[in-house]
């Protein structure tokens, strides 16, 4: 129970994402239904459990989540760090989450009638007229099955989220810890601990190297030389030549058609001998003065519209106009190379070296640990012994524990639970505590903890606190619980991939 609590922030933030991205479908849905159309059109963006998420619809969320980032970054918006965020497969995502909680309310019998969906329709402003429902101007939206269909959906999560609540009941210990850990103020001494760093690189001579060689077995090699193929493979590569007609982010379909005329108009005078004079003269990126050579260019790294044009060239054939997510290409292929893979038998020293170098670090972080483990478990501080490592013991400054965070360290269950049982007559941590690669050793410096008798006057508040924290708790594990055995199957190309050399 006060794990549960404790995560409070961290599980409400992420499982009441799925119910405000299902509110703002909602509120998108409503403000988009003059340009509804059949959603069926344009194929599937993802199955969840036979149910189709459309590309439509798909479509609608992305472009809202992208016009949300832009307004909220203004000029600093760069189309690059975008594409290393993968909104869209994000977007999809919470889709298929919200999807899946809709299916399980629908599977536990939770049902919108018509006269519910009615007055929910009816209270809809973009249907009323003078403040009152207008039935002409409802008749007039396209498609009015399928937007009934989805706005029932939406509903019946509602309500799902409804029954979770009822169904949560508190006992008066669930409300104790609930307040205490909301109330309780930390203050810690810590340090943030590399064992990589402090290990370094280890150096291993030819000796060690022939040692590990003979004692490894031949399937330990082998099976470590499958897995790390790709290390030891020069992967296929391609000689390039572009021209772009480049076209910012959602730019409206009258720049959109008059980048693929001028690309059209491009591609019509383009032939295997003038493609770089070509290039010069009418492309719009850094590579034009080169005359469209890009270079040497690994494949699988540009975006899939461009691999597939790629494919299908010969030495100096020009592809067609290629649409991507920065505007509009035409590209010639001026050499190829073949993927080469090293033999295992070229590759087992350089293998036996770097295993030999990762045995004796772990050797030494295994002992360094011990080390200092050997010294918190006996009670003892260990600020002399990281001042020999030159590892700063630093101060967090007083805290709530009910936050869920730790200043300078972030939101890390394992730290916040070893602070929390930290005393003054026992401040310090009995052990190392392992967040993010890193180990943390803790001391407590003071603690103020609230007094039983003041609860009374915040029981109403912190059962609803406790109540939220619970039905979050509750949804993330049914949403886990669901895609574990759920069969997704998603249809998305990757897309805001950057093209060579953007």
């Known amino acids: 129970m006060l794990d549960a609590i404790r995560k409070r922030t961290n599980s409400v933030i992420s499982s009441f994402i ?54 909220m970054l203004g000029s600093q918006y760069d189309e690059k760090f975008m594409a290393a965020l993968q909104i869209p497969q994000r977007v999809l995502d919470e889709m298929v989450q919200y999807k899946l909680l809709a299916q399980q309310a629908l599977n536990l019998g939770i049902v919108v009638p018509d006269s519910e969906l009615a007055d929910y329709i009816r209270s809809v402003p973009y249907y009323q007229k ?13 498609n009015r099955g399928m937007e009934e269909k989805r706005q029932r959906e939406r509903l019946r999560l509602t309500k799902f989220q409804t029954y979770l609540v009822d169904r949560i009941r508190l006992t008066p210990l669930a409300v104790r810890q609930a307040y205490a850990l909301r109330e309780t103020k930390l203050d810690l001494d810590y340090a943030k601990i590399d064992f990589n760093a402090l290990a370094g690189t280890r150096k291993v001579g030819a000796a060690e190297v022939d040692a590990y060689l003979k004692s490894a077995p031949e399937a330990d090699l082998t099976a470590y030389y499958e897995s790390h193929k790709k290390d030891y493979t020069q992967p296929a590569a391609v000689e390039l030549r572009q021209i772009r007609v480049g076209l910012p982010f959602q730019a409206p379909e009258p720049k959109k058609q008059e980048a693929r005329k001028k690309i059209e108009d491009i591609a019509k005078d383009l032939k295997p001998d003038n ?228």
């Open 130 to 142: 003078d403040g009152k429902f207008d039935a002409s101007l409802y008749s007039k939206m396209p």
């Open 275 to 502: 493609f770089g004079e070509v290039a010069k003269a009418k492309s719009d990126d850094e590579y034009a003065k080169k005359g469209g050579l890009v270079g040497w260019v690994n494949r699988g790294s540009l975006e899939p519209s461009l691999e597939d044009a790629i494919d299908k060239l010969e030495i100096n054939k020009i592809s067609p106009p290629v649409q991507t997510s920065f505007g509009y290409y035409v590209v010639q292929v001026t050499q190829r190379k073949d993927a080469v893979v090293k033999p295992l038998a070229e590759v087992k020293r350089i293998i036996g070296e770097g295993l030999a170098a990762e045995k004796s670090k772990k050797a030494f972080i295994d002992e360094k640990k011990a080390e200092l483990e050997k010294v918190l478990a006996a009670g003892k501080p260990l600020d002399g012994e990281l001042k020999k490592y030159k590892i700063e013991v630093k101060k967090t400054g007083p805290f709530s524990a009910g936050g869920g965070t730790v200043p300078s360290i972030g939101q890390a269950d394992a730290v916040l639970d070893a602070a929390f049982a930290l005393t003054l007559k026992s401040p310090v941590a009995k052990k190392l505590i392992e967040y993010q690669d890193h180990s943390y050793y803790l001391k407590l410096r003071s603690v103020d903890r609230p007094k039983e008798a003041d609860l009374a006057k915040n029981q109403d508040v912190v059962e609803k606190s406790v109540t939220t924290s619970l039905q979050g708790e509750l949804m993330n594990t049914w949403v886990s619980s669901l895609q574990k055995t759920a069969t997704v199957k998603s249809q998305l190309k990757t897309r805001n991939q950057p093209v060579a050399g953007e």
């Open 18 to 71: 799925i119910l405000l991205t299902a509110a703002v479908m909602g509120m998108w849905g409503v403000e988009r239904l003059r340009d509804t159309q059949d959603t069926s059109a344009g194929g599937a963006a993802a199955y969840v459990n036979g149910e189709v998420i459309t590309n439509r619809e798909f479509n609608q969320e992305y472009e809202y989540k992208m016009m949300q980032y832009q307004q």
